[in-house]
């Protein structure tokens, strides 16, 4: 682990000069290319320096401990080495985890699906507090909210919702919430009191460069068409929403957030791509063998992955075992102890499949 260290140390040294000239501040795109990778290795380059800070003065502790006849002094001494050597430990464990293997689409934005399953109106329902709260989580760390389609109920459920988030890292927390979500609660409309149990489903998809996806013209067949509200209700008097089909794939698209029907063509292209994308890494993915697989789960939407019991107050992930009794809080967007909960478990499923090296 320490001579890829140094190698990365190294590297970082070299970029960091790179960066620094003129000349190459000339090309922008791989001026840009080169911070970004600079900026990748920057947290284990730290961490490094400071473990190899830790190894010298455990290095100059243990000499002075064996020239030191004072008692007291050799007592400092012996606590400090403790101290330093627990710390050790500590960065040695840190600097693995840095080094795990990273998902590519982890520092990309994200565009958000989430749509109503079993239940009815009481499934719509649920679907806009799921929209609640991933938008109050945005709100929360300083990501932008960019809507993309909404097919909202009569009585203000969503049957279908795709907004974008954009923010550093929006990827790597939120593609743990790929799946379908189950809710337990008393409906406004059930007299009885009775518990009903309904679901929606979330997809969370990486935005897309142009070069990861090739789309042929040919294969498309975009409609345009009035905009409207819930109800049916319209909301603008020219053809501006866009719907593109993708034909080989049976993919359909739709976007009339803007009022210009360009610029709801252009989103309605970036979702598809990106689900073009998300089926392609799927198809690929799907040769893994089920003991390799991380147990935080596929990521299939079909997969039940959490339940929110209204009359327990309590929200249960499924794939890590854990229960949070503070449903309120969590339905309005605290939601980063559960995802850090399975960023741990995955990494450690991968320091596990790596064999602790």
């Not at 000339?26 to 190894?55: F, R």
């Not at 600097?95 to 565009?111: A, Q, S, T, Y």
């Not at 791509?273 to 392609?280: A, E």
């Not at 107050?313 to 499924?318: A, E, L, N, P, S």
Request: negative net charge.
């Amino acid at each position: 682990m320490l001579e890829r260290l140094d190698f990365i140390e190294n590297k970082y040294e070299e970029l960091s000069i790179k960066i620094s000239d003129p000349s190459v501040m000339t090309n922008q795109k791989e001026w840009q290319k080169l911070c970004k990778e600079h900026s990748d290795l920057e947290a284990v380059v730290n961490k490094y320096k400071e473990y190899k800070k830790v190894i010298d003065d455990i290095s100059t502790d243990k000499e002075m401990l064996q020239e030191e006849s004072d008692r007291e002094l050799r007592e400092m001494l012996q606590e400090e080495l403790k101290e330093l050597s627990q710390r050790q430990e500590d960065l040695e464990q840190e600097l693995k985890i840095l080094m795990l293997p990273k998902d590519p689409n982890d520092d990309k934005n994200v565009f958000v699906e989430i749509r109503a399953g079993a239940g009815g109106e009481e499934a719509a329902l649920f679907a806009t507090n799921l929209f609640r709260m991933y938008t109050r989580y945005a709100e929360r760390v300083g990501w932008r909210i960019e809507p993309m389609s909404v097919n909202e109920t009569d009585l203000g459920g969503l049957k279908e919702v795709v907004f974008m988030l954009k923010g550093n890292g929006a990827y790597s927390r939120l593609k743990y919430e790929s799946g379908a979500h189950r809710v337990q609660r008393v409906p406004d409309t059930e007299s009885s009191g009775r518990i009903h149990t309904s679901t929606a489903t979330v997809a969370v998809l990486p935005e897309v460069e142009d070069v990861e996806v090739e789309i042929n013209a040919n294969d498309l067949r975009i409609d345009v068409f009035r905009a409207s509200g819930h109800g049916g209700q319209c909301v603008n008097t020219t053809d501006s929403a866009v719907r593109i089909t993708h034909l080989p794939t049976g993919l359909v698209v739709s976007c009339q957030d803007e009022k210009s029907q360009l610029k709801n063509k252009e989103k309605a292209m970036k979702v598809l791509k990106s689900r073009l994308f998300d089926r392609l890494q799927a198809e690929r993915s799907a040769g893994i063998a089920e003991d390799r697989k991380s147990q935080v789960g596929t990521g299939d939407r079909s997969e039940r992955i959490r339940t929110y019991n209204y009359p327990q107050g309590r929200v249960t992930d499924h794939r890590i075992g854990v229960t949070l009794y503070r449903l309120e809080s969590f339905l309005d967007g605290d939601i980063d102890e559960i995802i850090d909960s399975l960023i741990t478990v995955e990494q450690a499923e991968k320091m596990k499949a790596l064999g602790g090296n």
